[in-house]
Nanobody
Framework: QVQLVESGGGLVQPGGSLRLSCVAS????????IGWFRQAPGKEREGISC????????YYGDSVEGRFTLSRDNAKNTVYLQMNSLNPEDTAVYYC?????????????????????????????WGQGTQVTVSS
């Protein structure tokens, strides 16, 4: 049984940084696509970053590209989301999730043929989430 536990959230001032962690049990993260998602009150769940199995190719949503960095530590079976230059619009509950089929991509093709999607319905196992609040 896959279990994912997020940590590292908290209150931070605008312009600050946080590093979120997602520790997995019951699965070898290196073999599975992992995604980070967030959901703010009254808003839809948003895919913000993901990492492919094996090669570790990473993808970012437009709203976080250039500010967030996703990495994976295979020895610790953990993925990290380094978040820099945070702003109040980043306030949300942040979740990590896995696709339960091994060795598939973390992104889905865009119906319009554009940038691939970090598509939350494609993910199967979810952590409980960690709150990130950006406020002065």
């Amino acid at each position: 049984q896959v279990q994912l536990v997020e940590s590292g959230g908290g209150l931070v001032q605008p312009g600050g940084s946080l590093r979120l962690s997602c520790v997995a049990s019951g699965v070898t993260l290196e073999h599975y696509a992992i995604g980070w998602f967030r959901q703010a009150p009254g808003k839809e769940r948003e895919g913000i970053s993901c990492i492919d199995s094996g090669s570790g190719s990473t993808y970012y949503g437009d709203s976080v590209e250039g500010r967030f960095t996703l990495s994976r530590d295979n020895a610790k079976n953990t993925v990290y989301l380094q978040m820099n230059s945070l702003n109040p619009e980043d306030t949300a509950v942040y979740y990590c999730a896995t696709r339960d089929t091994p060795f598939i991509s973390c992104v889905s093709p865009s119906p319009s043929g554009g940038r691939p999607l970090i598509n939350w319905p494609a993910y199967d196992s979810w952590g409980q989430g960690t709150q990130v609040t950006v406020s002065s």
